[in-house]
């Protein structure tokens, strides 16, 4: 299998405190890769640096076996774009915009049209059991609608991989399944993910289990 | 480009009354600053207008200079005479030799479009029991017109009366009407500093707007005034008419050098009222400048407090792709937006404003005589205030929309945004 994602000795330190400490992982397609980890253990920097959005202090990334460019923000910009989904505990969407324009806005930054932007939209939503609800505002949504939203707007631009940092950390047992089984299904689909987790029975639903301590990794399951 | 426009518009109209405050902002400001301008300009180009065109672009005078001291000076120097008492001035010595000829050789150059004589000094005009000590103007009617445009300032237009009867003259409107006459075919007398008296038909009456001019006044024909002032064949001031009136300065200091008399520019010669507008000019656009400021400080305040607001947003739109430059003109857009709304919206006040002032009448007795607001209606300061207004809120925009664009998501997402 080809490696989406490879990071080779990756060292964090945030002001003196050393928070990775030379982690080398990888993410093939169609893995569903979760990390867990108590609370302080490094597992949100690892996914930070792993989708691009954090820059480690040594060690080397790899995105699709391209060596990643830290300087180049450009391109940094480009691939988080196209290339990675985020999903959050919080589902970070922005408030002014509807469900659907929520959607909208990864699309129409790689220049797609308003029109067809709005319809891939309507479509995904309409994927994720959100039919009707496009035009609403997110303050007019549950918790776990919010966070559909949100998967909808991480799957906008088809991407090589979804990284999600604690996506079921605010939700509640039914939208956490809900959530869990739109995870497996698009998994299912092919699409590779990186799920950072301290939920240790969704973490045994995933393919490979990464577990941390104190900035390194203790154990692959 | 289209995102950035799409999310900037989208952010703004979900705030939509601290937009419209700002935008209210920016629009006072720019009416103010076409309104203001165009009341300030419209009073001053109207004075300077008149008083320039009625007087002269340039006047040459011989300066009055005391015999005895002149000589003193030449002799011991500028530094040894302090004081010269004892010494009497006479009338003749302001008096312009060879005016005729000056006349003549100015009257061909390519600068200049006419020069008249003028013969002044002071007297006392009595009608009945009144009486004002006015400032007599001799005049040569023919060349007068070509130098300058009192001819406009006739209620009557008869100017070339004075041609006609040489016993006649033209009183400044307030004169007249201090003095209680009230219409033309009225017999004055008219005293002379020689003691001298003369009865004199009023002809015209003078009115220029100018409160100064008109309530001291009067005119009478060159020679008419000449006999009454004892002094044949003399006159005491040339006054030119320019092509350029801004080219004055120069002019008066060639033909100064050229004649050997003192030649005065309009500028020269309103110099304090120059000095006044100009310190008039910079108090309103000082005050308007302020106004400017406050609502680009409005523009400021509510973008930063948006961009602080917004990190969690910010953030997750630099996750999903969108590059420093992008977040800062999603902010930038805001600003340039409120600031053309404003700007536009203060236009149109402003000529709204303006349409309302200038349909206002009432008496302005002062400086200037008039009924109701001169304004100077120019596009120019429509186009300052737009522009000015465009300027000052993009900058106010620009700080906080920097500060977006420099956020970490990274930070925010840590901190549970």
Redesign the interface.
């Known amino acids: 299998m080809k490696k989406v994602l490879e990071v080779i000795n990756i060292k964090k330190v945030i002001r003196d405190n050393e928070i990775l400490k030379g982690i080398s992982l990888s993410v093939e397609e169609g893995d569903f890769v979760s990390i867990i980890g108590v609370s302080g253990s490094g597992k949100?920097t690892l996914m930070?640096i792993m989708?691009l959005?954090?820059e480690p202090t040594e060690g080397e990334v790899f995105f699709e076996g391209v060596r990643v460019d830290f300087k180049n923000?450009?391109l940094l910009?480009?691939?988080?774009?196209?290339k990675i989904g985020?999903v959050?505990?919080?589902h970070?969407?922005?408030?002014?915009?509807s469900a659907a324009?929520n959607v909208m806005?990864?699309m129409?930054?790689t220049?797609k049209s308003?029109k067809d932007a709005l319809k891939r939209a309507f479509s995904l939503l309409a994927e994720l059991g959100l039919r009707g609800k496009e035009n609403r505002k997110p303050y007019e949504l549950s918790g776990g609608e919010q966070q559909r939203v949100a998967i909808a707007?991480a799957l906008a631009n088809d991407p090589h991989i979804i990284m999600a940092?604690e996506p079921t950390g605010n939700l509640d047992s039914k939208n956490t399944e809900i959530v869990m089984d739109i995870f497996l299904a698009l998994n299912r689909m092919g699409r590779a993910i990186l799920m950072v987790t301290h939920e240790i029975e969704l973490a045994r639903r995933t393919k490979k289990m990464v577990e941390m301590r104190d900035g390194v990794v203790v154990g692959i399951r | 480009m289209?995102?950035v426009v799409?999310?900037s518009f989208?952010?703004l109209?979900?705030r939509k009354r601290q937009a419209i405050v700002s935008v209210l902002g920016v629009a006072i400001g720019v009416t103010a600053f076409i309104v203001m301008s165009s009341v300030m300009m419209g009073f001053q180009t109207y004075f300077i207008e008149q008083a320039v065109d009625i007087n002269a672009h340039i006047t040459l005078k011989n300066e009055e200079q005391d015999e005895a001291d002149r000589i003193l000076r030449v002799a011991y120097g500028d530094g040894v005479i302090s004081e010269v008492l004892g010494s009497k001035p006479k009338e003749t010595k302001d008096k312009i030799v060879d005016y005729k000829f000056i006349i003549s050789k100015y009257m061909k150059s390519e600068d200049v479009k006419g020069v008249a004589p003028h013969l002044t000094g002071q007297a006392i005009v009595r009608y009945g029991i009144k009486e004002k000590s006015v400032n007599i103007i001799g005049i040569d009617p023919q060349l007068e017109v070509k130098a300058s445009i009192i001819d406009r300032f006739m209620e009557f237009k008869r100017l070339n009366q004075l041609n006609v009867d040489r016993n006649s003259i033209i009183l400044g409107s307030l004169v007249a009407r201090d003095l209680g006459v009230r219409e033309t075919g009225k017999k004055v007398t008219l005293v002379a500093p020689n003691g001298s008296v003369h009865v004199l038909k009023v002809v015209d009456f003078f009115n220029s707007g100018i409160t100064s001019l008109d309530q001291t006044r009067a005119y009478l024909h060159l020679r008419t005034l000449q006999t009454i002032l004892d002094r044949p064949n003399q006159v005491n001031e040339l006054v030119f008419k320019i092509k350029n009136v801004d080219d004055a300065e120069r002019l008066s200091r060639v033909i100064s050098r050229e004649t050997g008399y003192y030649a005065e520019s309009w500028q020269k010669a309103y110099s304090n009222f120059l000095k006044i507008f100009r310190m008039q000019n910079w108090i309103t656009y000082m005050i308007v400048f302020a106004i400017l400021v406050v609502s680009a400080f409005g523009i400021f305040n509510i973008m930063m407090m948006t961009v602080l607001e917004k990190k969690?947003?910010i953030?997750?739109?630099?996750?999903?792709?969108?590059?420093?430059r992008?977040i800062t003109w999603i902010f930038v857009f805001q600003g340039v937006f409120i600031g053309f709304v404003g700007a536009t919206l203060g236009c149109l006040f402003g000529y709204l404003l303006q349409e309302w002032l200038s349909s206002i009448r009432f008496e302005v007795v002062g400086l200037i005589r008039a009924r109701g607001f001169i304004l100077d209606r120019s596009p120019v300061y429509f186009a300052y205030g737009f522009v000015f207004a465009m300027f000052f809120s993009t900058l106010a925009s620009f700080y906080p929309s920097f500060k977006a664009s420099k956020l970490f998501?990274?930070d925010i997402?840590?901190s549970?945004?």
């Open positions: 949100s930070y989708g959005l954090d923000h450009r910009s480009e691939i988080r774009n196209r985020f959050f505990q919080f970070y969407l922005i408030p002014e915009l324009e806005v990864p129409l930054k220049q308003r707007r940092d | 289209n995102h799409f999310i989208k952010l109209s979900e969690r947003d953030a997750i739109l630099k996750a999903i792709g969108f590059e420093d992008e998501p990274v997402f840590r549970g945004g």
